[in-house]
């Protein structure tokens, strides 16, 4: 079975903070990807990873950044929490194309007070 | 650009009675379809998926889509819904392009009552 692991289900940080989330799969995939969701809003993509040391940006890249060093893991840096940025986030991976099924972490509930 | 409308943010059903949760698209050529499924403090879970084809899916848990190019839609059907899935529901569309990622729909809540 793929397994997408994210390093915390709950993380309260204060603003100002420089916040880490990590994301491990164990598939060998080729790309990642970095989703926030929020009430009403889905699923809004953040950074997506197609190799390792490859980033493209998404819809919403403002306010963070990413790492891929290792192709098993793929890190979302808020370099500076802000209280908009309370959200759950969802990490996901998939193989080759587009049409291969994303298979997604239990996501990290982040607060930022 | 492509876009993806769930136009239905809640729903309630009754168990037992069919379910059809709606999504249209937007996209110029033939799109990949996919419908995932959020139970609560889950990540998401893949459901079905449309490439080319048929254009009945026939998907895990019961769940069958219907592609209609004609109408740009992909609308997920359930013809005797079950308590277990009350749950979040996500319409996403794909372009054939290596290096893209998936546009999320802003999902439908389903509740099942009793």
Same mark, same amino acid.
């Given at each position: 079975?793929?397994?997408?692991?994210?390093?915390?289900? %709950?993380?309260?940080?204060?603003?100002?903070?420089?916040?880490?989330?990590?994301?491990?799969?164990?598939?060998?995939?080729?790309?990642?990807?970095?989703?926030?969701?929020?009430?009403?809003? *889905?699923?809004?993509?953040?950074?997506?990873?197609?190799? &390792?040391?490859?980033?493209?940006?998404?819809?919403?890249?403002?306010? %963070?950044?990413?790492?891929?060093?290792?192709?098993?893991?793929?890190?979302?840096?808020?370099?500076?929490?802000?209280? @908009?940025?309370?959200?759950?986030?969802?990490?996901?991976? @998939?193989?080759?194309?587009? %049409?291969?099924?994303?298979?997604?972490?239990?996501?990290?509930?982040?607060?930022?007070? | 650009?492509?876009?993806?409308?769930?136009?239905?943010?809640?729903? /309630? &059903?009754?168990?037992?009675?069919?379910?059809?949760?709606?999504?249209?698209?937007?996209? $110029?050529? /033939?799109?990949?379809?996919?419908? %995932?499924?959020?139970?609560? *403090?889950? *990540?998401?879970?893949?459901?079905?998926?449309?490439?080319?084809?048929?254009?009945?899916?026939?998907?895990?848990? $019961?769940?069958?889509?219907?592609?209609?190019?004609?109408?740009?839609?992909?609308?997920?059907?359930?013809?005797?819904?079950?308590?277990?899935?009350?749950?979040?529901?996500?319409?996403?569309?794909?372009?054939?392009?290596?290096?893209?990622?998936?546009?999320? $729909?802003? *999902?439908?809540?389903?509740? &099942?009552?009793?």
């Amino acid at each position: 079975d793929v397994k997408v692991t994210q390093s915390s289900r %709950y993380l309260v940080k204060r603003t100002g903070e420089k916040v880490f989330l990590e994301c491990v799969q164990d598939m060998d995939h080729e790309n990642m990807f970095w989703y926030r969701q929020d009430p009403g809003l *889905g699923l809004r993509l953040i950074y997506f990873s197609y190799d &390792v040391k490859m980033k493209e940006k998404g819809d919403i890249p403002e306010g %963070y950044s990413v790492s891929r060093e290792k192709k098993e893991r793929f890190s979302l840096i808020l370099e500076s929490a802000s209280t @908009n940025q309370t959200s759950m986030y969802l990490c996901a991976s @998939n193989r080759g194309g587009p %049409y291969n099924e994303q298979f997604f972490g239990p996501g990290t509930r982040l607060t930022v007070l | 650009a492509q876009s993806v409308t769930q136009p239905d943010i809640h729903i /309630t &059903v009754s168990e037992g009675a069919s379910l059809e949760l709606r999504c249209n698209y937007s996209y $110029g050529a /033939t799109p990949y379809l996919f419908w %995932y499924v959020q139970s609560p *403090g889950q *990540g998401l879970q893949l459901l079905l998926k449309y490439f080319s084809g048929d254009t009945l899916v026939q998907g895990i848990k $019961g769940f069958e889509a219907e592609f209609k190019r004609s109408q740009s839609s992909f609308n997920l059907r359930k013809p005797s819904v079950h308590w277990s899935d009350a749950a979040e529901y996500f319409c996403a569309v794909g372009a054939n392009q290596a290096g893209t990622a998936l546009i999320f $729909g802003k *999902g439908t809540t389903l509740s &099942v009552s009793s």
